[in-house]
């Protein structure tokens, strides 16, 4: 049997990760999600003012820095008990699904698409088209989306002055008010995205897409001409004809926090979140204590078993040479290691296309890429729908601005669905300061390490099994990872960084 050991090094924002993974055969028998970069950010908020957050957290990403923005200013307003406007929630929805479309359209036209560019797919029957349409740089739908998906945060900048990095959000609202010039200068942007989004993504309206509501009506639609020719329709057909539906399921259990707060109550979701039960098919409310972090096998000080966030501890504790492999910790629900992303932000928010799709083929890399796609019609709506609520009533305040009495001590959360999942932020506040602070992430969700009981994390299951065709060149990792769209800057490679090889009889 030929064993041989590959380490795959992947940029991200947050720093570099790497794959590590044991084939034996060609096939993947063992898998370590591998955080080489520690970053801190829970132990610089300590000491600091509670606003202080509200600066700094935004710069953990810079992809998601709305995202989590708004997810600390959350967890401040749940921690003094404030009151917000619903047009303040309306403003933030807004920019949040800016946020997305850019990510959604990038990470999928500029960071998945071109890994079937390579020359080893050159015999296929869509690869000129493929070419014509991904290769980057060059391709008509690369270089479209590279214009597109900047137009995206325009909208951040009406609100938020600047993007990424804003600070808009406060405790009780945003700093700016709606007005007709920014409505206008919204729609405008969203009118172009969304022709774009019909005419070249889809090749079909916005109706007629969300329509379609079983895996039947969808393969029968990808048979269509203006669909089949469409960068999806490329997409699924080049996917599908690689086998990416029958690969990459990982743990069957999904998890979301629900997308877009309510303006009218804002404690509630537009889509609703839950946790889905990939053993019953059954999805459960979301029970926040549920969330619990492990770093049995992190480069962290070591606790027993596991801790909620509002418990947390991030302490270094470098330990080279032992069974800790990785810089990221271990969260799971309960005792199950889940999965989260648009996937799961639509299964469990009740799209019935994705659900029709999940029972006939289950999760996979092709429809977790999918899934990313047909959210954009979600956000294109919600933008929309926003921005009419907007229009109402410019009146209406923008933020209920509490006195700094309201700044007490206490504890808070905030959990919303960023462009790649689930994310959360835990605050504790005495005597005036922050005292805890804890940050997990989406990435932090699928890319986690093995737990205290050794179960693995959802990408360490996704890739066992997988057939690797040529270990000089293993795309089919990079396939399997890039369709969880990791936190990874715009100058996405996966790199070689060295390989042991070993053979036994």
């Given at each position: 049997?030929?064993?041989?050991?590959?380490?795959?090094?992947l940029?991200?924002?947050?720093?570099?990760?790497?794959i590590?993974?044991?084939?034996?055969?060609g096939v993947?028998?063992?898998?370590?999600?591998?955080?080489?970069?520690?970053?801190g950010?829970?132990?610089?908020?300590?000491?600091?003012?509670?606003?202080?957050g509200?600066?700094?957290?935004?710069?953990?990403?810079?992809?998601?820095?709305?995202?989590?923005?708004?997810?600390?200013?959350?967890?401040?307003?749940?921690?003094?008990?404030l009151?917000?406007?619903?047009?303040?929630?309306?403003?933030?929805?807004?920019?949040?699904i800016?946020?997305?479309?850019?990510?959604d359209?990038?990470q999928?036209?500029?960071?998945?698409?071109?890994?079937?560019?390579?020359?080893?797919?050159?015999?296929?029957?869509?690869?000129?088209?493929?070419?014509?349409?991904?290769?980057p740089?060059?391709?008509?739908?690369?270089?479209?989306?590279?214009?597109?998906?900047?137009?995206a945060?325009?909208?951040v900048a009406?609100?938020g002055g600047?993007?990424?990095?804003?600070?808009?959000?406060?405790?009780?609202?945003?700093?700016?008010?709606?007005?007709?010039?920014?409505i206008?200068?919204?729609?405008?942007?969203?009118d172009?995205?969304?022709?774009?989004?019909?005419?070249?993504?889809?090749?079909a309206?916005?109706?007629?897409?969300?329509?379609?509501?079983?895996?039947?009506?969808?393969?029968?639609?990808?048979?269509?001409?203006?669909?089949?020719?469409?960068?999806?329709?490329?997409?699924?057909?080049s996917?599908?004809?690689?086998?990416?539906?029958?690969?990459?399921?990982?743990?069957?259990?999904?998890?979301?926090y629900?997308a877009?707060?309510?303006?009218?109550?804002?404690?509630d979701?537009?889509?609703?979140?839950g946790?889905?039960?990939?053993?019953?098919?059954?999805i459960?409310?979301?029970?926040?204590?549920?969330?619990?972090?492990?770093?049995?096998?992190?480069?962290?000080?070591?606790?027993?078993?596991?801790?909620?966030?509002?418990?947390?501890?991030?302490?270094?504790?470098?330990?080279?040479?032992?069974d800790?492999?990785?810089?990221?910790?271990?969260?799971?629900?309960?005792?199950?290691?889940?999965?989260?992303?648009?996937?799961?932000?639509?299964?469990i928010?009740?799209?019935?296309?994705?659900?029709?799709?999940?029972?006939?083929?289950?999760?996979?890399a092709?429809?977790?890429?999918?899934?990313?796609?047909?959210?954009?019609?979600?956000?294109?709506i919600?933008?929309r729908?926003?921005?009419?609520?907007?229009?109402?009533?410019?009146?209406?305040?923008h933020i209920?601005?509490?006195?700094k009495?309201?700044?007490?001590?206490?504890?808070?959360?905030?959990?919303?669905?960023?462009?790649?999942?689930?994310?959360?932020?835990?605050?504790k506040?005495k005597?005036?300061?922050?005292?805890?602070?804890?940050?997990?992430?989406p990435?932090?969700?699928?890319?986690?390490?093995?737990?205290s009981?050794?179960?693995?994390?959802?990408?360490?299951?996704?890739?066992?099994?997988?057939?690797?065709?040529?270990?000089?060149?293993p795309?089919?990792?990079?396939?399997?990872?890039?369709?969880?769209?990791?936190?990874?800057?715009?100058?996405?490679?996966?790199?070689?960084?060295?390989?042991?090889?070993?053979?036994?009889?």
């Amino acid at each position: 049997m030929a064993k041989v050991e590959l380490n795959l090094s992947l940029n991200r924002v947050e720093g570099d990760l790497e794959i590590a993974v044991e084939l034996e055969d060609g096939v993947v028998s063992q898998a370590r999600t591998v955080g080489t970069l520690y970053r801190g950010f829970e132990q610089i908020m300590l000491g600091r003012a509670p606003r202080d957050g509200l600066v700094i957290t935004p710069r953990v990403c810079g992809i998601c820095g709305t995202a989590h923005l708004y997810s600390a200013v959350l967890a401040l307003e749940q921690a003094w008990q404030l009151p917000v406007p619903a047009n303040a929630v309306r403003i933030r929805n807004l920019c949040l699904i800016a946020e997305g479309i850019q990510n959604d359209l990038r990470q999928t036209f500029l960071f998945f698409t071109p890994d079937f560019c390579n020359p080893r797919y050159s015999d296929r029957p869509w690869f000129a088209e493929l070419m014509d349409a991904f290769e980057p740089f060059r391709g008509s739908v690369y270089r479209q989306t590279l214009a597109l998906s900047r137009k995206a945060v325009e909208i951040v900048a009406q609100f938020g002055g600047q993007w990424p990095h804003s600070s808009y959000m406060l405790p009780g609202g945003v700093t700016t008010p709606p007005d007709l010039r920014r409505i206008i200068a919204c729609r405008a942007v969203l009118d172009e995205i969304q022709r774009w989004y019909e005419q070249t993504v889809i090749g079909a309206g916005l109706d007629d897409w969300l329509a379609l509501d079983s895996a039947d009506a969808y393969f029968s639609w990808l048979e269509t001409p203006a669909h089949a020719a469409s960068a999806l329709g490329l997409l699924s057909r080049s996917a599908r004809g690689l086998g990416l539906q029958r690969m990459a399921a990982g743990t069957p259990h999904m998890l979301s926090y629900g997308a877009w707060c309510d303006p009218e109550q804002p404690q509630d979701r537009l889509v609703p979140g839950g946790f889905f039960d990939g053993d019953s098919g059954q999805i459960a409310p979301l029970d926040q204590q549920m969330i619990n972090e492990h770093v049995r096998h992190s480069w962290f000080k070591p606790y027993p078993g596991g801790l909620h966030p509002s418990n947390g501890e991030t302490i270094p504790d470098f330990q080279p040479n032992s069974d800790r492999y990785t810089w990221a910790k271990a969260p799971r629900y309960g005792d199950r290691a889940v999965q989260t992303g648009p996937l799961a932000e639509l299964l469990i928010g009740g799209d019935a296309l994705i659900e029709s799709l999940h029972a006939l083929e289950g999760g996979n890399a092709w429809l977790r890429q999918f899934a990313r796609v047909r959210r954009i019609a979600y956000e294109l709506i919600c933008a929309r729908r926003m921005l009419d609520e907007l229009s109402v009533d410019f009146s209406q305040p923008h933020i209920f601005n509490p006195g700094k009495s309201a700044e007490v001590d206490g504890e808070g959360f905030g959990l919303i669905m960023a462009a790649r999942g689930a994310l959360g932020h835990w605050v504790k506040i005495k005597d005036g300061a922050i005292a805890r602070y804890q940050i997990v992430t989406p990435t932090a969700w699928n890319a986690s390490p093995r737990d205290s009981n050794g179960l693995p994390g959802h990408w360490e299951q996704s890739l066992v099994g997988v057939a690797v065709q040529d270990p000089e060149d293993p795309i089919e990792i990079g396939h399997i990872i890039r369709s969880h769209d990791p936190c990874l800057v715009c100058t996405v490679h996966m790199l070689d960084t060295g390989k042991k090889r070993h053979f036994a009889p």
